[in-house]
T-cell receptor, first 116, second 111 residues
Framework: GAVVSQHPSRVICKSGTSVKIECRSL??????MFWYRQFPKQSLMLMAT?????????EQGVEKDKFLINHASLTLSTLTVTSAHPEDSSFYIC????????????FGQGTRLTVV | EDKVVQSPLSLVVHEGDTVTLNCSYE??????LLWYKQEKKAPTFLFML????IEKKSGRLSSILDKKELFSILNITATQTGDSAIYLC???????????FGPGTRLSVLP
């Protein structure tokens, strides 16, 4: 159990377009989902914490108007990168917290975004 | 400010060696410490530690938490090339909302 599905796994888009990344908890309800970004050879950077039915909490330095996060249901959170630029190219990962299993969190497969 | 420190940041060993990875933290309202193994893509969950002094084991991997000294270690015995990865340590606060990740230890196991 505790599977988190993230789609797409890879996406290439043109500068100026928007890209939506989905994160689904397949067999559990996740009231909290986390979005991370990983830069090459660096650790994960937490971008925002998403709670179902409320606005996401963004980390300092993360532009909320650029990285739109929606957590409309207990099994789905989305990250939309708006007006993407080449510097937004990165690896984005979501994770979901399983409340029934304490503070354990499970990660999606990640999305490699390339903006050309 | 909450922080998680891992050491060493990079480690190169040969197959069969035993390694110990360190994670120390300064986090208010500590709840749990988690270890992840990150290879090419998303991290794989290894252990979650909440109580001091209770060793958790999974095959050749084991981990223990010391809440008094605020650190945890991850041991890998009889290392294999497949153990090559970045090992992440993360701490979750008591509100269950925030993760703080360490920088990771990049382990390379040579044949």
């Amino acid at each position: 159990g505790a599977v988190v599905s993230q789609h797409p796994s890879r996406v290439i888009c043109k500068s100026g377009t928007s890209v939506k990344i989905e994160c689904r908890s397949l067999d559990f309800q996740a009231t909290t989902m986390f979005w991370y970004r990983q830069f090459p050879k660096q650790s994960l950077m937490l971008m925002a914490t998403s709670n179902e039915g409320s606005k996401a909490t963004y980390e300092q330095g993360v532009e909320k108007d650029k990285f739109l996060i929606n957590h409309a249901s207990l099994t789905l959170s989305t990250l939309t990168v708006t007006s993407a630029h080449p510097e937004d190219s990165s690896f984005y990962i979501c994770s979901a917290r399983v409340h029934s299993r304490g503070s354990e969190a499970f990660f999606g497969q990640g999305t490699r975004l390339t903006v050309v | 400010e909450d922080k998680v420190v891992q050491s060493p940041l990079s480690l190169v060993v040969h197959e069969g060696d035993t390694v110990t990875l360190n994670c120390s933290y300064e986090v208010t309202n500590f709840r749990s410490l988690l270890w992840y193994k990150q290879e090419k893509k998303a991290p794989t969950f290894l252990f979650m530690l909440t109580s001091s002094g209770i060793e958790k084991k999974s095959g050749r991997l084991s981990s223990i938490l010391d809440k008094k000294e605020l650190f945890s270690i991850l041991n890998i015995t009889a290392t294999q090339t497949g153990d090559s990865a970045i090992y992440l340590c993360a701490v979750m606060d008591n509100y269950g909302q925030n993760f703080v990740f360490g920088p990771g230890t990049r382990l390379s196991v040579l044949p």
